[in-house]
């Protein structure tokens, strides 16, 4: 069964320096749905590093449950945050959402 549109919640605004938290779920897809998550429309990598094009954000996101923790956030975690859940049958992807920082 091909994923319904994940619920997304990203906080709107996060002080320099705290934690932030982005979750996202769906429970329609069958088999369970893994997640991902891009800001700015680019993947951010499971294993925590960004890519070359950004900064040294440290963070875990984990497929399995959608969630996607900043340990401590700095101005170059701003963006347009989207997450997109996978399965065997199909993908679904949530409305974008700004998080500040």
């Known amino acids: 069964v091909k994923p319904m549109t994940p619920r997304c919640s990203v906080p709107k605004a996060v002080p320099v320096g705290k934690s932030a938290s ?14 991902s998550w891009y800001r ?8 925590g590093k960004s890519s070359t094009k950004s900064h040294n954000s440290s963070y875990t996101l984990n497929p399995a449950t959608g969630t996607l923790v900043f ?17 065997d049958a199909g993908f679904a992807k949530c409305e974008e959402q700004e998080m500040e920082v």
């Open 22 to 35: 982005l979750h996202c779920h769906e429970n329609e897809g069958f088999p369970k749905s893994t997640y």
């Open 40 to 47: 700015n429309s680019e993947p951010l990598s499971p294993d």
């Open 71 to 87: 340990h401590a956030v700095h101005k170059g975690d701003t963006g347009r945050y989207s997450c997109i859940a996978t399965n």
